[in-house]
């Protein structure tokens, strides 16, 4: 106990781009969340050295480590965190899970919905975390708000798409994300995953698809391009789309629900606003409002800044470790968790066979 508060050691397994957006979660939260927790940064693992020493020495790791078995097995670390290649995933949550840590994980879980499955059945035994971190987005979260007062009423259309142009460079097939052996896939499991968990948030499961998926670049191993035709359990229709060929964006991450009762849009270009239309407004002023989601009460706004100013991408990082460790010191379930990972998961391996096969697979 320090300060009256748990000690929790974290180990990070990855110095990557996620590592850094993870790092700062954890040296940030506990300036915005009231936690019952003094989380300690005590190691960060990875291959190479001199990205790994930079990565300690910014973010205030105390130890360095390029073994992930060693670190996550200590007997010291309470918390695993794995930012890694998605084919690392699996073995590395296995061993935190079976060694009793915590576990948290990027997304996609796995590079296969059997590695997912495994997972799964592993961490239900721990408290675990995947980083969907777009849930915590305040203009997402004050959609799914809006939605579930109910005045939007009967869903009709739920369409997202997720765009951006990382794939347009032939030198990036060296790159692990465009290796199947290391990512698993492509644009499907990099974009679509977060698309999916998105409309599983907001809209509900999803009970039947149909998919194509294109490869641009010669001898790339993995999807460049994804499209999928669903259906919903509420009995609306969507339609997901994602790309790394979306030339002329940087990163849009957008979805449109198309409602009885009105209409929903948002794009993460535009993060701080949300799109919302209501049809109970008398017809000679109804028209969509571009509503500024930063307070007052809206959601997160007693956590970060006054009303009218933004908040950013490490926001929804911070935000989601934040209510992460609000339900670990309360022993609630948090979402979106390995189980929550695992059926998005299931779309993706659903969508993969349906491509391949040119049929509507079942859910």
């Known amino acids: 106990m320090t300060n009256g508060k748990k000690k929790l050691n974290v180990a990070l397994i990855g110095s990557g781009f996620m590592g850094a957006a993870h790092s700062n979660a954890f040296c940030q939260v506990e300036h915005f969340f009231d936690t019952p927790f003094d989380l300690r940064l005590k190691v960060i693992c990875g291959r190479d050295r001199g990205r790994l020493d930079a990565a300690a020495s910014r973010w205030g790791w105390e130890e360095t480590e390029t073994d992930w078995r060693r670190a996550v097995t200590r007997p010291d670390i309470h918390m695993v965190d794995i930012a890694v ?8 949550a296995r061993a935190a899970a079976e060694a009793g840590k915590i576990v948290l994980c990027e997304k996609p879980l796995a590079t296969s919905l059997a590695e997912a499955e495994e997972m799964a059945n592993a961490a239900r035994k721990v408290p675990n975390l995947v980083w969907f971190n777009y849930r915590r987005v305040p203009a997402v979260v004050f959609a799914k708000q809006l939605l579930s007062e109910g005045n939007l009423g009967r869903t009709f259309h739920f369409r997202a798409t ?22 698993g896939s492509g644009a499907s499991g990099d974009l679509l995953s977060h698309s999916i968990d998105t409309a599983f948030y907001l809209n509900g499961p999803i009970t039947e698809l149909v998919a194509m998926n294109k490869i641009f670049m010669p001898d790339r191993e993995v999807d460049d391009a994804t499209a999928l035709l669903v259906r919903f359990a509420n009995g609306s229709v969507g339609t997901l789309e994602a790309t790394r060929f979306g030339i002329g964006v940087r990163n849009r991450n957008a979805f449109e629900m198309n409602c009885e009762g009105g209409m929903l849009r948002f794009d993460l270009e535009d993060m701080n606003h949300l ?12 028209g969509t409002r571009h509503i500024l989601v930063t307070g007052p009460n809206h959601p997160y706004s007693s956590n970060f800044w006054k009303p009218g100013h933004a908040v950013g991408y490490e926001h929804t990082f911070i935000a989601t470790l934040g209510d992460f460790l609000t339900a670990l010191s309360k022993d609630e379930v948090f979402h979106p968790n390995f ?4 059926a998005v998961q299931r779309v993706l391996d659903a969508a993969e066979r349906s491509a391949a096969m040119r049929t509507w697979i079942s859910l």
Request: hydrophobic residues 35%.
């Open 85 to 92: 290649p998605n084919a690392l995933h699996a073995p590395i």
């Open 162 to 183: 997720y765009l951006n142009a990382s794939g347009n460079d032939p030198a990036k097939i060296h790159a692990w994300r465009y290796q199947r052996a290391d990512a």
């Open 275 to 286: 799109d919302y239309n209501d049809t109970r407004e008398p017809g000679n002023v109804q």
């Open 339 to 342: 189980d929550d990972a695992l």
